[in-house]
């Protein structure tokens, strides 16, 4: 089933009286931390805010710049925003998924069992003639208990693992990956054995996610067909997701290394590869 939801069908959802409507959830996020002015510029009506580096992440160090959040933390932050054990989600950013991408795969861990990404944002959601909003906006509070490891995580060996026995895919882009530049993280390169499939392969220009046919087409490039078992990283594990989105819309489920690069690198035995 797809995870996408396009925003005439949200539309639709919201407007529909006859059952409880979707926990809309506004997770718009750079990483220079703009997340709480984008919000507060625009967003859907009565969608709460859920900052990625504050509820979606832990702390950066060791684990990396965005490790996987405490759960309780996490939970707090969840019921703030008004989600319940059996809510339906709606993830949404500012336009291209990456941020809501996320936030679908942290819920999923979380144990929420019903969660889908606004496909194209709130961009998206304007050109379809949704209403925008600036108020601030309080739900009442959830009851949704964090069940924390509810889809499969990688850490630095089970990606080194994977590279060597089925397919790593590194989401970063070409030059990060070949190790040529590095603007972020002290060392540059790629986990040995990972496979480049860059995240901006996979969207249109608008941020939306290509079709899965031009999906499919663009991981059996590379090797990646669901006949071996899958991981994803990126540079923090943000970016990962979002590729694990994407596999996901063709029907391949895979791990994310939620360390990724930033934490690959904490280790100076762990091997990097250069070039392509």
Do not use: K
């Not at 031009?214 to 490039?221: H, K, P, S, T, Y």
């Not at 071996?228 to 590729?243: E, L, M, R």
């Amino acid at each position: 089933m797809s995870a996408l939801l396009a925003p005439s069908s949200l539309l639709d959802e919201l407007a529909d009286h006859t059952r409880p409507g979707p926990v809309v959830l506004d997770v718009q996020f750079t990483l220079t931390g703009d997340g709480p002015h984008l919000y507060a510029a625009g967003h859907l009506p009565g969608a709460p805010f859920v900052d990625l580096d504050a509820v979606l992440a832990g702390e950066p160090g060791r684990g990396g710049r965005h490790p996987l959040p405490d759960p309780g933390v996490l939970q707090e932050g969840l019921r703030a925003a008004g989600v319940d054990v059996d809510s339906r989600v709606v993830v949404y950013d500012q336009a291209t998924s990456l941020a809501a991408a996320r936030a679908w795969w942290v819920l999923r861990w979380a144990g929420l069992a019903d969660v889908r990404v606004l496909d194209g944002g709130l961009a998206a959601w304007r050109a379809a003639g949704g209403d925008v909003v600036t108020g601030a906006v309080s739900p009442a509070e959830g009851s949704v208990t964090v069940r924390p490891g509810s889809v499969p995580v990688l850490g630095a060996d089970d990606a080194a693992h994977l590279a060597a026995t089925g397919v790593l895919v590194d989401a970063r882009t070409p030059e990060r990956y070949r190790g040529e530049a590095e603007p972020i993280d002290p060392v540059a390169g790629h986990v040995p054995g990972a496979v480049n499939v860059p995240m901006g392969d996979l969207t249109t220009d608008e941020g939306r996610l290509r079709s899965p046919e031009e999906l499919r087409e663009r991981f059996a490039a590379e090797g990646v067909d669901g006949s071996a078992p899958v991981g994803t990283y990126c540079g923090s594990g943000v970016t990962a997701a979002h590729t694990a989105l994407a596999l996901h819309e063709i029907g391949i489920e895979a791990a994310v290394y939620v360390g990724s690069w930033s934490h690959w690198v904490t280790d100076p035995g762990r091997p990097v590869a250069t070039g392509a």
